[in-house]
């Protein structure tokens, strides 16, 4: 549930026709040994949601965890290298992954369906509804390749202003909150289809059964808890201080998160100091971590509330937000105080910087 842009830059990492990189997907291009290479998979891995969710069950999202063997994450990656890896992602949606099924693996589906809804249930009874992700991340790629998603975008653009449906901003918008939307699920079989599509799945359970030593990966299934786009952050752990935060949906300006951006800015320093800090050191987790929040407003008493969506690994192949690994290096380490960063103005042009596949979901006319 982290940042949506991620999900919109990085719908195909290898098609020339979408060039944004997706910088929170694992990789191993550019270590120089198989040493360095297994020490960056172990730090990835290191920070998975069974790492601590235990430690701060309290301050993230209800949730139940769900195994998936290792026969499953193989033939979700088999399934996406045959079908989808080297495809026009225009076309992905095109393609259903259940005809190149033999039966044994179609037994394997439905076997995985019917555990998957049993915990999605938990959470979808009385009209709710779920989210689920891996041990890692979530299908945020996916909606691109949905119907539904088109659909979403315009029901959130018939809600604007008609004389504000012209603006970019107001576009942008509109297509972040439809893609957190269309995460929102009922369906196990809704789940495993996006699951099927989506690159970073395929990355992660292929980083899962490529270190079959330390494979538990899981369905992560959360309860689904609206988050507004303006709303969430990501914050740089370094020595276990919070030394730098960031909006996270970066490309999109926020009149409301401008207005309060020096109240949230330390609603969120005091929480991570006062809660999740204390925390993690009495169990001794990881000193230097990225870690997201979003804050959301509580519908019947109206108080704010933080939630903890994930961590990630301190790595520079997670993505920086509005900080640049090296160049802000001393901010992300502490030497400059805290330092909170928003996007101060509305950026002409930032729609050119998505991926053809999202740009043609912008080109809807909304009557």
């Given amino acids: 549930m982290a940042s949506l842009i991620d999900q919109l830059?990085?719908?195909?990492?290898?098609a020339p026709s979408e060039p944004m990189r997706d910088?929170?997907?694992p990789k191993t291009s550019g270590f120089v040994s198989p040493e360095a290479i297994a020490a960056y998979q172990n730090s990835v891995l290191d920070v998975n949601s069974e790492k601590w969710f235990d430690i701060l069950r309290e301050e993230t999202f209800p949730t139940v965890f769900c195994p998936v063997d290792f026969a499953e994450a193989q033939l979700f990656v088999n399934v996406y290298e045959k079908l989808y890896s080297n495809t026009d992602p225009l076309k992905c949606g095109q393609i259903d992954w259940r005809d190149s099924l033999a039966q044994g693996d179609l037994t394997l589906i439905e076997h995985m369906n019917n555990r998957l809804q049993k915990a999605m249930d938990i959470f979808t009874q009385d009209d709710g509804y779920a989210f689920v992700k891996t041990s890692c991340r979530s299908p945020k790629d996916a909606p691109l390749f949905q119907k539904q998603f088109r659909q979403l975008?315009?029901?959130?653009?018939?809600?604007?202003k008609l004389e504000d449906r012209s603006s970019e901003n107001t576009k942008l918008t509109c297509l972040l909150q439809a893609a957190f939307e269309a995460l929102k699920v009922r369906s196990a079989d809704t789940v495993v289809d996006m699951f099927m599509r989506s690159e970073r799945i395929y990355q992660d359970m292929l980083l899962a059964i490529e270190n079959k030593d330390r494979f538990c990966e899981n369905f992560v299934v959360r309860q689904f808890v609206h988050m507004d786009v303006d709303m969430e952050f990501r914050g740089f752990v370094y020595n276990n201080e919070l030394n730098?935060?960031?909006q996270y949906n970066y490309l999109l300006y926020s009149e409301r998160l401008v207005s309060q951006k020096d109240h949230i800015g330390q609603m969120i320093k005091e929480y991570y100091n006062s809660v999740i800090k204390v925390k993690l050191q009495d169990q001794d987790f990881e000193k230097n971590f990225v870690i997201d929040f979003a804050v959301c407003r509580d519908s019947g008493s109206g108080t704010e509330k933080i939630w903890l969506i994930e961590i990630n690994p301190y790595l520079e192949t997670t993505d920086g937000a509005l900080f640049h690994w090296f160049n802000d290096r001393s901010v992300l380490e502490g030497k400059e105080g805290f330092v909170f960063r928003i996007t101060e103005r509305p950026k002409p042009g930032a729609i050119v910087?998505?991926?053809?596949?999202a740009r043609e979901i912008l080109k809807t006319t909304v009557e």
């Fill in 23 to 25: 910088f929170s997907t």
């Fill in 9 to 14: 830059k990085k719908v195909k990492l290898k």
């Fill in 153 to 160: 975008y315009i029901d959130m653009m018939k809600n604007v």
């Fill in 353 to 357: 910087m998505l991926p053809p596949s």
């Fill in 244 to 246: 730098a935060l960031s």
